[in-house]
Every structure is written in C-alpha cells, then in structure tokens.
Nanobody, 119 residues
Framework: VQFVESGGGTVQSGGSLRLSCAAS????????MSWYRQAPGKEERELVA?????????NYADSVKGRFTISRDDAENKVFLQMSGLKPEDTGVYYC????????????WGQGTQVTVSS
C-alpha cells in the first residue's frame, strides 16, 4: 500500500491549491478515500475530507466546508483536494489515505505535502 501526495506549496491568504494523491497496492475502487492534515506543533492528524466509493458521499471538517472539495478519479487511482479561500490556519502537512471517516489501515501514510498559507 502506497500513497504519494503532491501539489502543496506556499500561498497567500485567500489563495487556492489543488492537492493530488496517487494510490497503489490495493483495489482503489473498493475503498473510500480521505485527506488528513497535521498542523504545526500538533501530533495528531485531523480529518479534512472523505469521499465514498463511487463518489456518492462526501464529508468535510466544519472548518473547511464550502472552501474545499474532494474528488476522485478511479481510472487513475487518484484522489484530489481542491482548496480555495485558504486561511493561515489551513497550514500543515496534508496526507491522503484509504477510509471515509477514519483510516482504513493503521500506519499507512505517505510522505505528505506541505501547505503553507501566509497572512
């Protein structure tokens, strides 16, 4: 099982970024996928957004509702996170994994992609 995140960067407050995650080592279409983030100085990752199989259900943290959109491409085994209206509190390392409201497997994380939002 492998996750490779990309697309992070440094943007000003109000800016946008699109994160991508390439997944491999499992049957992608059979699993919900999600994005987590780890804020600076915090040990735990928080759930940002999840997408069910067939994209028929999505869920978002209250702090990102209306600003972030999760999507998936089952043909490419990829999941995306479109982020707009970025705020400094969105700063952190973003990770994708399998699972909808909690990680499907313990300990399976990619290297993450850094998002920094300056005020």
């Amino acid at each position: 099982v492998q996750f490779v995140e990309s697309g992070g960067g440094t943007v000003q407050s109000g800016g946008s970024l699109r994160l991508s995650c390439a997944a491999s080592g499992f049957t992608f279409i059979d699993y919900a996928m999600s994005w987590y983030r780890q804020a600076p100085g915090k040990e735990e990752r928080e759930l940002v957004a999840g997408i069910h199989i067939n994209s028929d259900l999505t869920n978002y943290a209250d702090s990102v509702k209306g600003r972030f959109t999760i999507s998936r491409d089952d043909a490419e085994n990829k999941v995306f996170l479109q982020m707009s209206g970025l705020k400094p509190e969105d700063t952190g390392v973003y990770y994708c994994t399998a699972g909808y409201s909690k990680p499907r497997w313990i300990g399976y994380w990619g290297q993450g992609t850094q998002v920094t939002v300056s005020s």
